[in-house]
C-alpha cells in the first residue's frame, strides 16, 4: 500500500510565499507523474502543476511565473513553491502520484489536502 501527505499550507500575507511539501509513502518500486491540484468549494479540482519522472513540467497558466515545482527521488517527495501569492490562490492543495509497488503495478494516490489562506 501506497500512500501521500502533503504538508506546508497555512495562512499567508498577499505578496508572501509557501511551500508545499507531499512526501510518498509505503512499498514504492518507482513514482512517475507527480502533480499538485486545488479545489475551491463548489468547483472543479484543477491541475496547479504537474512534474513526470523525466522532470518534464506544466502549469496552469495562472500559476506561471509565480509557482515552482519540484521532486526529489531519493525522498520521494514533490515540493510547490509558492510565491507573490494572490487571495485568489486560497483554496486546498492535494497532491497527487503515480507509484509504482513493482513492475507490472502504479497506483494512482491522492493526498488529504492542505489549506493554503492569502488575505490582503
Known amino acids: 500500500q501506497v500512500q501521500v501527505m502533503e504538508s506546508g499550507g497555512g495562512l499567508v500575507q498577499s505578496g508572501g510565499s509557501l511551500r508545499l511539501s507531499c512526501v510518498a509513502s509505503g512499498n514504492i518500486f518507482k513514482i512517475n507523474d507527480m502533480a499538485w491540484y486545488r479545489q475551491a468549494p463548489g468547483r472543479e479540482r484543477e491541475l496547479v502543476a504537474s512534474i513526470n519522472s523525466a522532470n518534464i513540467i506544466t502549469y496552469a497558466d495562472s500559476v506561471k511565473a509565480r509557482f515552482t515545482i519540484s521532486r526529489d527521488n531519493a525522498k520521494n517527495t514533490l515540493y510547490l513553491q509558492m510565491n507573490s501569492l494572490k487571495p485568489e490562490d486560497t483554496v486546498v492543495y492535494y497532491c497527487?502520484?503515480?507509484?509504482?509497488?513493482?513492475?507490472?503495478?502504479?497506483?494512482?494516490?491522492w493526498g488529504q489536502g492542505t489549506q493554503v489562506t492569502v488575505f490582503s
Open positions: 497527487n502520484a503515480d507509484i509504482q509497488v513493482n513492475r507490472n503495478y502504479e497506483f494512482n494516490s
